[in-house]
Nanobody
């Protein structure tokens, strides 16, 4: 069992930055693929970024490549999402998720454990 808690969301102006954090408990994150997803009203949940087994590889959604960076800290059992050059279209609820099979997956249904989400709002 893995319990995930996100933090760091908020309101920011376009062009600004935010750093999201995901605290995990229950299992070591090095066993999992960790993902950040987001969901805007009326839209499907989409992958933002993923990190495989705490650094074996990272992958990103096309819309955030070059702006967002995912990282992890094994010692603290934390995963982070650094978001730079934010745009109004980045506005969404951001979720931390864990895939217990360690896959490189962009599909939300491959992720078994989810946090409660944190709101990110980017004003123009």
């Amino acid at each position: 069992q893995v319990h995930l808690v996100e933090s760091g969301g908020g309101l920011v102006q376009a062009g600004g930055s935010l750093r999201l954090s995901c605290a995990a408990s229950g299992r070591t994150l090095s066993d999992y693929t960790m993902g950040w997803f987001r969901q805007a009203p009326g839209k499907e949940r989409e992958l933002v970024a993923g990190i495989i087994r705490s650094g074996d590889g990272m992958f990103y959604g096309d819309s955030v490549k070059g702006r967002f960076t995912i990282s992890s800290d094994n010692a603290k059992n934390m995963v982070y999402l650094q978001m730079n050059s934010l745009k109004p279209e980045d506005t969404a609820v951001y979720f931390c998720a864990a895939d217990r099979f360690g896959r490189t997956s962009t599909r939300h249904y491959d992720y078994y454990y989810w946090g409660q989400g944190t709101q990110v709002t980017v004003s123009s």
